[in-house]
């Protein structure tokens, strides 16, 4: 755990260098586990996604609860997905129309269908609260040597906060291997510098689901 006191901190104008775009799909079900086959599914139709530095996936993670549901937490196990999911890409500006063109194709990621319908686009948060679900780290890391690259890496990147955290740890199955993974809240961040993070995430393979930060509470 990293924890300092709180300061004042202010607002600004979000700019729109790197958006969220949110694609409407018609996809009912998605194994808990796709984030490897949904990114190759997108990297084959966009080749220029995994190699441009402000792009990235939101990997679909569904309502964690609802009517005394939970979410599945087994690879393998199946999302049902509802017709408010979307499929998320963050990307710059100038690759909108790019990533637009996944509108009307029909992925298939693990034997189940994705039909993308249209998008739109909508600017990053204006918080300074951010979370990441999955954070590549050494499967041989403990909790505090994770936190001391983690406050490493932000300080690298001159993102000034007050709070870290890492929580949950999980695996995410690719054909090398799987890649381990653990949570990261960051904190009490000025808005220009939670913007910075939002654009630039932090680790490797952003275009396969890591790395990459949203509002505590959001998708």
């Known amino acids: 755990m990293y924890w300092e006191e709180k300061t004042d901190e202010k607002q600004y104008i979000v700019p729109d260098d790197v958006v969220d775009l949110s694609f409407k799909i018609d996809c009912p079900t998605l194994p808990v586990d796709h984030a490897w086959p949904l990114s190759q599914a997108i990297i084959e139709r966009l080749p220029w996604f995994e190699s441009d530095a402000h792009s990235g996936l939101h990997i679909i993670h569904g309502a964690d609860s609802g009517n005394g549901w939970e979410r599945p937490q087994g690879s393998d196990d199946l999302l049902h997905l509802s017709r408010r999911t979307r499929l998320m890409l963050r990307v710059p500006k100038q690759r909108i129309a790019d990533a637009s063109t996944l509108s009307g194709i029909e992925l298939t990621i693990a ?92 680790g490797p393979y952003r275009a396969r689901g890591c790395g990459l930060f949203i509002p505590q509470k959001s998708f």
């Open 111 to 202: 034997g189940h269908t994705m039909i993308i319908g249209e998008a739109k686009s909508r600017k990053l948060a204006m918080t300074s609260i951010l979370y990441s679900r999955y954070v590549v780290c050494d499967a041989n890391w403990d909790e505090e040597r994770f936190m001391q690259w983690a406050v490493s890496e932000l300080k690298k990147k001159r993102i000034h906060f007050k709070k870290a955290l890492s929580g949950k740890t999980a695996e995410l199955a690719t054909p090398d291997g799987p890649l381990y993974t653990r949570t990261l809240m960051v904190a009490e961040m000025p808005i220009e510098d939670a913007v910075a993070l939002q654009e630039e995430g932090i």
